[in-house]
């Protein structure tokens, strides 16, 4: 059984930084692709960010320059560090895993495994 569990949002006004955490128990870290989708009230959930096996990336459009995904294998944890947030940042951010080594586009509908998910607030 896979259960991923993030934590790390919070309240920050424009322009400050967050930290995302996030891990995956019963999946080989590094084995798996893995990727952060967040969704805004009144919106469809989108995908943010992605790793692969390889360490691969995507960024999405929205974020990017702004945001970093990356894995600490010392920690078997996945981050996702948010600088220059907006107020359209906020939204509730999943940490969702993959079933295999590589994702496809970073489509929410990828993943079957997601945590519970973690809110992100932004003030103007």
């Known amino acids: 059984q896979v259960q991923v569990v993030e934590s790390g949002g919070g309240l920050v006004q424009a322009g400050g930084s967050l930290r995302l955490s996030c891990t995956a128990i019963?999946?080989?870290?590094?084995?798996?692709?893995m990727g952060w989708v967040r969704q805004a009230p009144g919106k469809e959930r989108e995908g943010v960010s992605c790793?692969?096996?390889?360490?691969?990336?995507f960024i999405g459009d929205s974020v990017k320059g702004r945001f970093t995904i990356f894995r600490d294998y010392a920690k078997n944890t996945l981050h996702l560090q948010m600088d220059s947030l907006k107020p359209e940042d906020t939204a509730m951010y999943y940490c969702?895993?993959?079933?295999?080594?590589?994702?496809?586009?970073?489509?929410?509908?990828?993943?079957?495994?997601w945590g519970q998910g973690t809110q992100v607030t932004v003030s103007s």
């Open positions: 019963g999946l080989s870290f590094g084995q798996f692709a």
């Open positions: 969702a895993a993959h079933s295999g080594r590589d994702y496809s586009s970073c489509a929410q509908s990828e993943f079957p495994y």
């Open positions: 790793i692969n096996w390889r360490d691969s990336t």
